[in-house]
């Protein structure tokens, strides 16, 4: 499966999360210092929903929870 929203075209993004150790300066350490750096990536939040086309047709699609609440999507 492609996490592609149709509607929006919104994709996984890579990304990294930063790992970070020590005690911060605000609490009386000597502050905190960047250990590693890990790939992730963001998945976009796809729902498989039965739309209603603007021909009146009704297909199942993935689409975007973004893009549901915006009332991008009619559904069937």
């Given amino acids: ?4 929203c149709s509607v929006t075209g919104k994709r996984p993004v890579k990304g990294r999360r930063i790992h970070r150790k ?3 300066k605000k609490s009386g350490g000597i502050g905190t210092h960047v ?6 990536t ?8 039965r ?6 047709q009704v297909k199942r699609v993935w689409v975007s929870v973004k893009a549901m609440k915006a009332g991008l999507v009619e559904k069937a």
Avoid at 35 to 40: A, F, G, L
């Fill in 51 to 56: 739309v209603k086309l603007p021909s009146g």
């Fill in 22 to 24: 020590g005690q911060s």
């Fill in 35 to 40: 250990t590693k750096s890990v790939k992730r």
């Fill in 42 to 49: 963001f998945r976009p939040n796809l729902q498989r929903v």
């Fill in 1 to 4: 499966m492609s996490r592609i």
